[in-house]
């Protein structure tokens, strides 16, 4: 079945360690999206890509890092500089940027900074 | 810059109750509005997708209309189950950069 797999669903994170969440599609989209997710916040966009090779900042990529070097991956990094990183991340994806097709949404990861 | 809103936060009705829920939007431009639902712990689902020409999509017992003019839509779930227990969140999509945004919400518990 199409769809989008996150890795890990949980992770535990010392404080000043990096860690890098997968997230891959098999719906052949163009446009990924990772968003972060806190109690009573909402969900909040940390970067997108729209093409392999590019990506955007979004509202809060302070401390976030990704790639996108194949059109299926799009993984993201969460460094030592993100100062509160215990979070509920999601990764998302639709055909293209610019089209006003369906977002898909992963089951998530959960990362708690111990 | 487009805001969007769901009141109540929270919602709790009996089983077998009709029940509407709303997300409010400030920039009428959109392209289209998405509705999901999210379980304690899971990704988000979606449920209908309206683009900004259509006024309602169904799907089983769930009906979403949209109003553009007004910056409205409703889901609309018939007959609720306890089933239906889960956070419901609208998002719509807007302006050149097609910028997706997430209302915060609302949490449906049907009590048996």
């Known amino acids: 079945d199409g769809g989008i797999t996150q890795s890990p669903k949980y992770l535990f994170r010392k404080e000043g360690q990096n860690v890098t969440l997968s997230c891959e599609q098999n719906l052949n989209h163009d446009a990924m999206y990772w968003y972060r997710q806190d109690p009573g916040q909402g969900l909040r966009l940390i970067y997108y890509s729209q093409i392999v090779n590019d990506f955007q900042k979004g509202d809060i990529a302070e401390g976030y890092s990704v790639s996108r070097e194949k059109k299926e991956s799009f993984p993201l990094t969460v460094t030592s500089a993100q100062k509160n990183p215990t979070a509920f991340y999601l990764c998302?994806?639709?055909?293209?940027?610019?089209?006003?097709?369906?977002?898909?949404f992963g089951e998530g990861s959960r990362l708690t900074v111990l | 810059k487009q805001e969007v809103t769901q009141i109540p936060a929270a919602l709790s009705v009996p089983e077998g109750e009709n029940l509407v829920l709303n997300c409010s939007f400030t920039?009428?431009?959109?392209?289209?509005l998405q509705w999901f639902r999210q379980d304690p712990g899971k990704g988000l689902t979606s449920l209908l997708l309206i683009q900004s020409s259509q006024r309602e999509q169904t799907s089983g017992r769930l009906n979403a209309s949209l109003d553009k003019s007004s910056g409205r839509s409703t889901l609309y779930i018939a007959a609720s189950q306890p089933g239906d227990s889960a956070t419901y969140l609208c998002a719509v999509l807007t302006g050149a950069n097609s910028k997706l945004t997430f209302g915060k919400g609302i949490t449906l518990s049907v009590r048996p």
């Open positions: 920039d009428s431009a959109i392209y289209n």
């Open positions: 998302a994806s639709k055909e293209g940027l610019f089209r006003s097709g369906e977002l898909f």
